[in-house]
């Protein structure tokens, strides 16, 4: 199987407390640089050539749907409840199951990044019993390393992954293409408390079917915090919408 995806999947259910705490608004729908997040993550979609996205709400669900009736997109917009958005995301993604039928792009809805990062996802050459993860090499860009998502490889396989393995390579981005294989890592690690999409990367990396891409520098940031809020601000501001950041400029990125 190598083919694109025309389709993404978006997580949205959860509270994102660390950027929102007190407000009466869903992480998804905070403006940067005047636009929701969560707009910007469909547009950048879109720009990649994806026809229908399915949205994946749960805190404050009508609130998140509302907000985003006031935009227009040429994407077919779906939404998935997740009625247990207190448990990990991997149970989001869970909900939305029956939508992964090929290949799909999964993503976050707090992650902006460059069109040219989703292309270098969409190129990876994918089976039917694979997964591909975007990520970047490039760690000295990361404002934030404590709380990245490490990734430890063995070529383009993932080996180890999390916060705080000891060992790794290069950096998660949060920007996946994903096939009903990891569904069913899902489905099997899944038990009272929930799964995460962690669990089931590892799953799929244990049997050696978790690859990776290189995004090759391209621009992307996790808007998980004030900080990481000021410096997704700052980087729209000096390379655009896109975050098309020159080539030979080594911009900083901001990551998980």
């Known amino acids: 199987m190598n083919r694109f995806a025309n389709r993404a999947i978006i997580l949205a259910a959860g509270k994102g407390t660390r950027l929102v705490s007190g407000f009466d608004f869903p992480k998804p729908l905070k403006h940067v640089a005047g636009i929701p997040l969560i707009v910007r993550v ?11 996205v399915v949205v994946v709400v749960g805190y404050l669900k009508d609130t998140l749907m509302r907000g985003l009736a006031h935009y227009s997109f040429n994407a077919k917009i779906i939404f998935v409840e997740n009625d247990e958005y207190e448990k990990p995301n991997g149970t989001s993604l869970l909900k939305a199951a029956d939508h992964v ?88 690690a899944d038990g009272p408390d929930g799964v995460s999409l962690s669990q089931g990367v590892g799953a799929l990396a244990a049997r050696g079917k978790m690859r990776t891409a290189d995004v090759n520098g391209a621009s992307w940031i996790d808007v998980d915090t004030p900080a990481a809020h000021r410096i997704a601000e700052q980087l729209i501001a ?12 080594s911009a900083a990125a901001a990551c998980a």
Request: glycine letters at 8%.
């Open 238 to 249: 000096r390379y655009g919408d896109d975050l098309e950041v020159p080539r030979h400029l």
């Open 101 to 188: 039928t090929g290949p799909t792009y999964l993503t976050m809805s707090d992650h902006l990044w460059s069109p040219r990062l989703l292309t270098a996802v969409g190129r990876y050459p994918l089976m039917d019993d694979e997964a591909v993860l975007g990520v970047d090499y490039q760690i000295d860009r990361c404002f934030d390393l404590d709380d990245a998502t490490k990734v430890q490889v063995d070529g383009d396989r993932v080996e180890n992954i999390g916060k705080m393995i000891p060992t790794y390579d290069c950096l998660d981005t949060g920007v996946f293409r994903i096939t009903p294989a990891l569904i069913e890592a899902l489905k099997d």
């Open 42 to 52: 469909i547009r950048s979609l879109e720009r990649g050539g994806v026809s229908e």
